[in-house]
């Protein structure tokens, strides 16, 4: 009886490790997960419950085994059988043709050469080294010629199969990869070290790069590592296809995850305009690249191209501009924002970063000039990605002039204690890492902006009053609050530069215009700290009048939908301010006025209810849905969880949907939604 309850057990392990062998294969290399992770938890717990039972039936490509070892004293080192070489870059156009040029000329061949098209993920290279379709060895590419045994570490990472699917692989195998932290699991991380008051990883390659390299492989299974499959090495008792790309396909039925962006190029201008393609949505990946791998796609071409002494001739890097650079702090300026937050800003030696000339970065914070330990005249790492403003994110510390490390006062980046433009007392509140003024309307840097805020699109709506107008007008007196707005005249409107006559009487057109408003506008105008559009209009709803929202304490504004404790608490010191009281009046005196909204118990018919838009829709836009849902008190998230209560799934509806499904989340169509909103207005 033993011999056959042991069979049993066997039997359902080797069950349950190749059901979840599947779903690790569907969620890693597909991208298309068929279960939600409590399911999955649930498995691997049914798993590693099972084999403490039974300790000697655990095998090594066991999914509970991915940790487990003892930390390692140090890494040895592996000797690569077939080197793990770099690429050549390219930096232009032209570089990319000549490149072609070459391969045309050295294969004697007239006819346009088809490329395989890869992004370049900015990680760390490696090599996985299988045998009978076991993982036994992952390295470092190191020196290209000798690496580092991580093979402890590489087992933690999830997209990592420790067994191959299928049964068609190379008695030995050697998969070379990108392993990488998405750009996601880099912010999640750093915030984390944030927390703790730890250190924080200056990129995602730098977090990457410190994660495999942890002797306890238990630190790295916690960190949010990915990797992607792009070559092979060694290969031995099995063939391959005859077209990269055609392996690299094989490669992720075998279990690995392979990139969505790959393509084929016919000819080098169809290389150039993937290029293109691929900058156009760099910043809108889940992850960094720092450039684009053309790669000849015939393996045979590839051979007889052969090798230079540290690259292949068959393949190139062609490299977006950069995203880093080195540079020198010049000085430290102190800005003021509208909500009175004190920015400091280093004022840099000019560099040239990802196509731009920065002569200017955020510091953020107090907090983030002391983690950086940075004084001027320091050299720093600047970064810039995209649209996003540049930040210093390093010191050089190889690079730093005398006398400037701790201990010394010399260079040292002092916070002022009175605001830079009014001199009034700058605060800290509790739990907060930012410093304001608090001049508040008296602070002439807030005033500008807390009127440029006014009187933009989504507040008052005043057309023709643009940010160098309003700040002309505050320079020169005329406007010292919004209220004053209300007070221009035309005479000294058209007196000023760029005005004119016919300028100014638009002008005034507006701003008369504006005097008739709603509550929710009036209330996103006013520049209330944490209160958006959202904000407004659910305070608008749930209270009424302008009024009871200034006499209602921070109770009663908890309990609307969205406003936690602390926005709760902005809006009551909003409003207790006499300056702030003072305007309100000003702006009723002008004959600025707005209907009461009128609350009723059926108002706000669908409070408390998330709703997930997806898909095309047809009779309304995505942002009419969303604008008559938040009208009827719903909030309208742009991803599907748990919190989720329905979601619209319209036409060409993608991944959203499958993990509705999966959830069992309510799902709608895009007639049920209009039914849905026509009744409720009915």
Known sequence: MSVIKYNNVATQLKTLRDNIHYHNYRYYALDDPQIP??????????????????????????????????PLPEFTHITHE??????????????????NRRISERLKREKAIEYACEPKLDGIAVSLLYKEGLLIRGA???????????????????SIPLKLRGQEYPQVLEVRGEIYMPKAGFEALNEAARKKKTKVFVNPRNAAAG????????????????????????????????????????????????????????????????YQELVSKRDTLSYDIDGIVFKVNSIALQTQLGFIARAPRWAIAYKFPAEEAVTQLLDVEFQVGRTGAITPVARLQPVFVCGVTITNASLHNRDEIKRLNIRIGDTVIVRRAGDVIPKVVAVVNTKLPEKTRPGEFEGAIVFPDRCPVCQSTITILSGEVIARCSGGLVCSAQRKQAIKHFVSRKAMDIDGLGDKLVEQLVDSGQ????????????????????????????????????????????????????????????????????????????????????????????????????????????????????????????????????????????????????????????????????????????????????????????????????????????
Not at 39 to 49: A, F, N, P, V
Not at 261 to 274: F, G, M, N, P, Q
């Open 37 to 70: 992770d409590v399911e999955y938890d649930k498995l691997l717990r049914q798993l590693q419950q099972l084999e403490t039972q039974h300790p000697e039936l655990i095998t090594s490509d066991s999914p509970s085994q991915r940790v487990g070892s003892q």
């Open 82 to 99: 077939i080197p793990m070489l770099s690429l050549d870059n390219a930096f232009n156009e032209e570089e990319i043709r000549a490149f």
């Open 140 to 158: 470092t590419r190191g020196d290209g010629s000798t690496g580092e045994d991580i093979t402890q570490n590489v087992r933690t990472i999830g």
């Open 211 to 274: 994660s495999l390299r942890q002797l306890d492989a238990k630190v790295t299974a916690q960190r949010p590592l990915e990797m992607c499959a792009y070559n092979v090495g060694l290969v031995k008792g099995g063939k391959l296809p005859e077209r990269h790309s055609d392996i690299l396909q094989t490669l992720s039925t075998w279990g690995f995850r392979i990139s969505q962006e790959i393509s084929v190029a016919s000819t080098i201008d169809a290389c150039l305009s993937y």
């Open 479 to 682: 406007i010292n609050s919004v209220a004053d707005i209300y007070q221009l005249e035309l005479e000294p409107l058209a007196a000023m530069e760029r005005m004119g006559g016919k300028s100014a009487t638009n002008l005034l057109q507006a701003i008369e215009k504006s005097k008739f408003t709603s509550l929710r506008r009036l209330i996103y105008a006013l520049g209330i700290r944490g209160v958006g559009e959202a904000t407004a209009r659910n305070l608008a709803q749930s209270f009424g009048s302008l009024e009871a929202i200034m006499v209602a304490d921070k109770e009663a504004l908890s309990a609307i939908n969205d406003i936690g404790p602390i926005v709760a608490d902005f809006i009551v010191q909003f409003f207790q301010q006499p300056n702030n009281q003072a305007v309100i009046v000003g702006l009723r005196q002008a004959g600025v006025h707005w209907p009461d909204v009128v609350v009723t118990i059926s108002h706000l018919p669908l409070r408390g209810k998330t709703f997930v838009l997806t898909g095309t829709l047809e009779t309304l836009s995505r942002s009419q849905a969303k604008a008559k849902l938040e009208a009827l008190g719903a909030a309208v998230s742009g991803s599907v969880s748990h919190k989720t209560d329905y979601l619209v799934a319209a036409a060409k509806s993608g991944s959203k949907l499958k993990k509705a499904q999966n959830l069992d989340v309510e799902i709608m169509d895009e007639q049920a939604l209009v039914t849905l909103l026509t009744e409720i207005s009915a």
